[in-house]
């Protein structure tokens, strides 16, 4: 599949394989290369639609996958007939297994220090060579210049190639582009995934995955959480779709 990008209601949006978001990650880390990668689902384009400093985030990506199933869809009928669903939890796991392979260490910013303490085992576990060049959990509050200073001195100076944020959209987004040239590693914006595979969120079943359904799973957990969410962005996205079929195939 060749690699192109697509405009899905204004956001830019890579066409890309498994293989290829995996072999381009983990390229770019070792050189070290500073690159930015998002993983885009209906609520990011919905809200980069409103919010200039997310639409700016994700237009500057090097590599911007479509991590939901209706922008997958959306996609195979845009013209990219082959494109699957790229997610986050997905595509994490399997940089960091091309990590251990290569011998390309990482780090993990976000989410709390018991969830990062219950994941770093979860990795240690499941990639016992996987060089792991430290964990972070920053505050849930806007950071202090001098806090921000501070938090990326630590992950450079730890030498890491791949920098894993999982602060949340749009605050990881705007956090990551932000910090393009700051900090020589490809850095990862993968959401929930920290809680996914540590273990303190449970994940959709297999099947509810397969068949695009995975949001109302987490719907179904979290109602009080995301009930307004998805209401007001899956309704949004709902309401341009006609639009954005009639447009060409390909951009």
Not at 44 to 54: E, S
Not at 86 to 113: C, K
Not at 151 to 159: C, L, V
Request: contains cysteine; glycine residues 6%.
């Amino acid at each position: 599949m060749a690699s192109h990008h697509l405009s899905l209601l204004g956001t830019r949006i890579h066409a890309v394989s498994w293989e290829q978001a995996t072999a381009r990650i983990v390229r770019w880390a070792a050189l070290r290369d500073s690159r930015l990668v998002f993983l885009c689902n209906v609520h990011t384009v919905i809200t980069a639609r409103r919010d200039p400093a997310l639409r700016a985030a994700v237009d500057s990506a090097d590599l911007a996958t479509p991590d939901g199933a209706p922008l997958a869809w959306l996609m195979r009928k845009r013209g990219c007939a082959e494109q699957q669903r790229i997610s986050g939890p997905d595509l994490m796991w399997r940089v960091l297994a091309e990590a251990e392979r290569l011998q390309v260490s990482v780090f993990l910013l976000g989410s709390t220090e018991s969830t990062l303490a219950q994941l770093k085992a979860r990795l240690q576990s499941a990639f016992p060579q996987l060089q792991i060049a430290g964990l972070l959990a920053p505050p849930f509050r806007a950071l202090t210049e001098k806090e921000d200073i501070g938090i990326t001195a630590t992950i450079d100076a730890s030498g890491a190639q791949i920098l894993l944020v999982g602060l949340g959209c749009p605050k990881q987004e705007i956090w990551i582009a932000s910090h393009r040239q700051r900090l020589h590693a490809v850095m990862l914006g993968v959401g929930a995934a920290f809680d996914y595979h540590a273990g303190t969120l449970r994940r959709a079943p297999v099947l509810w995955q397969r068949y695009g359904l995975e949001w109302l799973y987490r719907l179904l957990m979290e109602p009080s959480r995301l009930m307004k969410r998805y209401l007001m962005t899956n309704t949004l996205f709902l309401l341009a779709l006609p639009i954005e079929l009639w447009r060409r195939p390909r951009n």
